[in-house]
């Protein structure tokens, strides 16, 4: 069954640094998320694209994060700069269009020091 | 923001027991979903159940939704260590809308 890949899988920065992470959706699924998952808790939304469009960034901290999907297919997601508080875990999602159930990488660790 | 609460937020039963889970969410949904996530990994769906439906079955899961008390409950019946994990229920205000998870239960399955 395909996958949604995410890379790095592990990523360990100082805080004021900057960091990006990636994603590679399973193709043919136009709608990818980004969601950030803090220890103990559920995934939070962090944006949502339909295509290489943003339909949903109400919840991106924009002054320090930036995701882009030029292409409409994998995705980046930066944050700069990291601070102590970015320590969670990232995830990505794809689904088609609709109330399809999502479909979610392994996410990438980030711990800010 | 979370809508969805889930309780208990923690359950540890033994091998062979049956679990259940509950979600209380706010408002009005299009359909609510339940996932598991395994400890590092990612979520992996489990099932949908629409805002018109009562009751849901797949394999060894039984989902049941009460619209009028805003309430879900999830049931692994015979379980096994193998569905140690936690467990989120997901909703959806509109069907194209983001899902907004809970903060989960963690289910301890001991063999």
């Known amino acids: 069954e395909a996958e949604v890949a995410q890379s790095p899988r592990y990523k360990i920065t100082e805080k004021s640094q900057a960091v990006a992470f990636w994603c590679d959706p399973i193709?043919?699924?136009?709608?990818l998320y980004w969601y950030r998952q803090i220890l103990g808790q559920g995934p939070e939304l962090l944006v949502q694209?339909?295509?290489?469009?943003?339909?949903?960034d109400s919840q991106l901290p924009k002054d320090r994060f930036s995701a882009e999907r030029l292409k409409g297919v994998d995705s980046t997601l930066k944050i700069q700069p990291a601070e102590l508080g970015d320590s969670a875990m990232y995830l990505c999602a794809s689904s088609h269009a609709g109330d399809s159930p999502l479909h979610f990488g392994n996410g990438t660790r980030l711990t800010v020091t | 923001s979370q809508q969805g609460e889930e309780d208990p937020q923690a359950l540890s039963i033994q091998e062979g027991e049956n679990a259940t889970m509950n979600c209380s969410y706010k408002t009005s949904i299009n359909n609510l979903q339940w996932y598991r996530q395994n400890s590092g990994r990612g979520l992996v769906h489990l099932i949908l159940?629409?805002?018109?439906?009562r009751e849901k079955h797949s394999g060894r899961l039984r989902v049941t939704l009460d619209t009028s008390k805003k309430s879900s409950s999830l049931l692994i019946t015979a379980s096994r260590a193998a569905d140690t994990a936690s467990y989120f229920c997901a909703t959806d205000p509109s069907g194209n809308t983001p899902l907004v998870f809970g903060k989960g239960t963690r289910l301890s399955v001991i063999a």
């Open positions: 694209f339909q295509d290489e469009s943003v339909v949903d």
């Open positions: 159940i629409r805002s018109n439906e």
């Open positions: 193709s043919g699924h136009a709608t």
